[in-house]
């Protein structure tokens, strides 16, 4: 079978990820995870105080980032590192969340990051996961996939993730996050989220795992 590029976009919290390291388990594929990539710039510069309304800086910290995916044979996945660090677990700290929508907005952020993804689809036998995939960083993709469930599921399955690491972490919080990052990636002026015209909406609310990933080895 030729190996293809499957493009998964969606909302925050819609299980993209899930899905898309079942999928690329199933076929064989490299998975890569977009939205952890910007999560490790919102790191970076988090951690180094860079002014975002500062072009030069920003541009400059952007030469001092390295990203790259390991796999990890206990996780049974591939952990992001940031120069040479495993920061996996890092990047879903609620203040990274908070920030990352706000960064990834960023010219010269999406520009950095929509390369080095398209370096990483040129062999094919690919899912990627995002906002922007089907639409900005691989529009020719034979799979798209847009994902979408109820907002109260959302809800529901972000504060059941955070709660472990973030025992204080309140409902109201969670649901003011997701809120403010589905306004910023809808209406940024660079590669909004927005369904490609040929992807095919994966309302998964009601859905188990199994029956998404059914559900999208079908389209394969």
């Not at 910007?38 to 002014?51: G, M």
């Not at 990274?96 to 689809?121: D, H, L, N, P």
Request: proline share 2%; hydrophobic share 40%; with cysteine.
């Amino acid at each position: 079978m030729n190996k293809k590029i499957i493009t998964i976009d969606g909302w925050s919290a819609c299980g993209k990820s899930t899905l898309a390291k079942q999928l690329a388990n199933k076929l064989g594929y490299v998975y890569i995870d977009s939205g952890a990539m910007y999560r490790a710039i919102t790191l970076f510069f988090l951690r180094n105080s860079i002014d975002l309304s500062n072009t030069v800086e920003v541009s400059a910290a952007l030469k001092n980032i390295n990203i790259d995916f390991r796999f990890n044979p206990d996780a049974k996945h591939a952990d992001i590192y940031l120069n040479d660090e495993n920061i996996e677990t890092l990047i879903r700290d609620l203040s990274v969340a908070e920030k990352v929508s706000a960064i990834a907005a960023i010219e010269a952020v999406r520009t950095f990051a929509v390369a080095q993804q398209q370096k990483m689809g040129v062999n094919k036998g690919i899912v990627m996961d995002g906002r922007d995939i089907g639409t900005t960083v691989f529009p020719t993709a034979e799979i798209k996939l847009f994902m979408t469930a109820d907002s109260d599921i959302r809800v529901e399955r972000r504060l059941k993730e955070l709660r472990p690491k973030n025992p204080q972490i309140t409902r109201e919080e969670v649901k003011k996050n997701l809120e403010t990052r589905d306004h910023l990636d809808s209406t940024r002026e660079i590669s909004p989220l927005r369904k490609a015209e040929d992807a095919i909406v994966l309302d998964n609310s009601h859905l188990s795992m199994e029956e998404q990933l059914a559900f999208a080895l079908r389209l394969v």
